[in-house]
């Protein structure tokens, strides 16, 4: 079974930086695009990055471009989301997903707060 855990979330003031990070298990996963969504109160689960299998190849929600940057380490099995210039909007709960056979895989999820 897929294990994803999700780590690095914390409150930050407006403008602040945050490194999230994700560590995998129990798949292969240096073959598997890795993304990360979230979801704020009341609101619906949304799409923030995606990056590919390799690293070469990354997407970003119109949102977070130019302020969030997704990396990987396959050789740690780990997925990072560098959060900088953070604003109030960005607080949510952030979840690392893999579609592993069809079936999309999510983590806990990692609190993110934005706050003064």
């Known amino acids: 079974q897929v294990q994803l855990v999700e780590s690095g979330g914390g409150l930050v003031q407006p403008g602040g930086s945050l490194r999230l990070s994700c560590a995998a298990s129990r798949f292969t996963f240096s073959n598997y695009v890795m993304s990360w969504y979230r979801q704020a109160p009341g609101k619906e689960r949304e799409f923030v990055a995606r990056i590919g299998s390799t690293g070469s190849n990354t997407n970003y929600a119109d949102s977070v471009k130019g302020r969030f940057t997704i990396s990987r380490d396959n050789a740690k099995k780990t997925v990072y989301l560098q959060m900088a210039s953070l604003k109030p909007d960005d607080t949510a709960v952030y979840y690392c997903?893999?579609?592993?056979?069809?079936?999309?895989?999510w983590g806990q999820g990692t609190q993110v707060s934005v706050s003064s």
């Open positions: 997903n893999v579609r592993w056979f069809g079936n999309d895989y």
